[in-house]
T-cell receptor, first 115, second 112 residues
Framework: ETGVTQSPTHLIKTRGQQVTLRCSSQSGHNTVSWYQQALGQGPQFIFQ???????GRGNFPPRFSGLQFPNYSSELNVNALELDDSALYLC??????????????FGEGSWLTVV | DQQVKQNSPSLSVQEGRISILNCDYT??????FLWYKKYPAEGPTFLISISSIKDKNEDGRFTVFLNKSAKHLSLHIVPSQPGDSAVYFCAARETSGSRLTFGEGTQLTVNP
């Protein structure tokens, strides 16, 4: 149990639709990162939010966007869904000043299928 | 450009024997390395980590070795147990933040 919760756990969307995924970070963690894990691959960094501001972005198009709220929970929004967006979306929370300890915790993920 | 690579997609070992999972990286800015374990339909779970100032870190049955000159790290599991069967991801982090770069993963199967 990491204290990071994500919703929904599974969903199916149609190509062209929009989706919102949600994440509640572990208590005391002010940084949230989102990752996309396609089948058979490792997680790929989408972006990170620190104190409600985007703080780093991976190689994903602008139709991937996010929000972080004052309570440090977060949303990932994907517009104009494509079939290749089908993946497990993982949320990870961490302390901004990352120490050498085990300070990055993942939620169980949201499985998105685009048909 | 795959900065973290796990060249073995799968590994099968007998219960009680040693499991060795390997990982190579190319980015010299990586200063912190982590291993995650992942079961199907679950998120990755932190297993063990190592800072670039060390060459070994041990936690129970798990030991991670880091060879900075070779840009190589390995995870040793001794003795291996059937419950260790999972996908293992190597991940690396740069000094500047908490963004992780993952390898492709290695499916470990421990046979009873």
């Amino acid at each position: 149990e990491t204290g990071v919760t994500q919703s929904p756990t599974h969903l199916i969307k149609t190509r062209g639709q929009q989706v919102t995924l949600r994440c509640s970070s572990q208590s005391g963690h002010n940084t949230v990162s989102w990752y996309q894990q396609a089948l058979g691959q490792g997680p790929q960094f989408i972006f990170q939010y620190y104190r409600e501001e985007e703080n780093g972005r991976g190689n994903f198009p602008p139709r991937f966007s996010g929000l972080q709220f004052p309570n440090y929970s977060s949303e990932l929004n994907v517009n104009a869904l494509e079939l290749d967006d089908s993946a497990l979306y993982l949320c990870a929370s961490s302390l901004r000043a990352v120490s050498s300890g085990n300070t990055i915790y993942f939620g169980e993920g949201s499985w998105l299928t685009v048909v | 450009d795959q900065q973290v690579k796990q060249n073995s997609p799968s590994l099968s070992v007998q219960e009680g024997r040693i499991s060795i999972l390997n990982c190579d990286y190319t980015n010299s800015m990586f200063d912190y390395f982590l291993w995650y374990k992942k079961y199907p339909a679950e998120g990755p779970t932190f297993l063990i980590s190592i800072s670039s100032i060390k060459d070994k870190n041990e936690d129970g049955r798990f030991t991670v070795f880091l060879n900075k000159s070779a840009k190589h790290l390995s995870l040793h599991i001794v003795p291996s147990q059937p419950g260790d069967s999972a996908v293992y991801f190597c991940a690396a982090r740069e000094t500047s933040g908490s963004r992780l770069t993952f390898g492709e993963g290695t499916q470990l199967t421990v046979n009873p």
